[in-house]
Nanobody, 124 residues
């Protein structure tokens, strides 16, 4: 079991930046892919990006490509989501998740451990 704790959310103006963190503890060696998802008010949870932990290979949703970047710190067992040029439509609760299969995936079913989420609000 892996425990994930997100942080770094908050209120930011459109065009601004935020960096979210996802700290992992427990059996951190047990995961192979980590992902970021988000859920806007009244909408379903959607894929934002994912990273193969060992290789650093990434995949991003078209809506955030070029603006968001996933990175990791192996020593701290922490992943980051750097968000730039934020838009009001980026407003959502952001979740990190990890899964056991070494494969980039946009499917929530491929992730078996989830954090509690952190709120991001982008004002216009």
């Amino acid at each position: 079991q892996v425990q994930l704790v997100e942080s770094g959310g908050g209120l930011v103006q459109a065009g601004g930046s935020l960096r979210l963190s996802c700290a992992a503890s427990g059996r951190t060696f047990s995961y192979a892919v980590m992902g970021w998802f988000r859920q806007a008010p009244g909408k379903g949870r959607e894929f934002v990006g994912s990273m193969i932990w060992v290789s650093g290979r990434t995949d991003y949703a078209d809506s955030v490509k070029g603006r968001f970047t996933i990175s990791r710190d192996n020593v701290k067992n922490t992943a980051y989501l750097e968000m730039n040029s934020l838009k009001p439509e980026d407003t959502a609760v952001y979740y990190c998740a990890v899964g056991p299969i070494i494969r980039l995936s946009r499917r929530q079913a491929h992730y078996d451990n989830w954090g509690q989420g952190t709120q991001v609000i982008v004002s216009s």
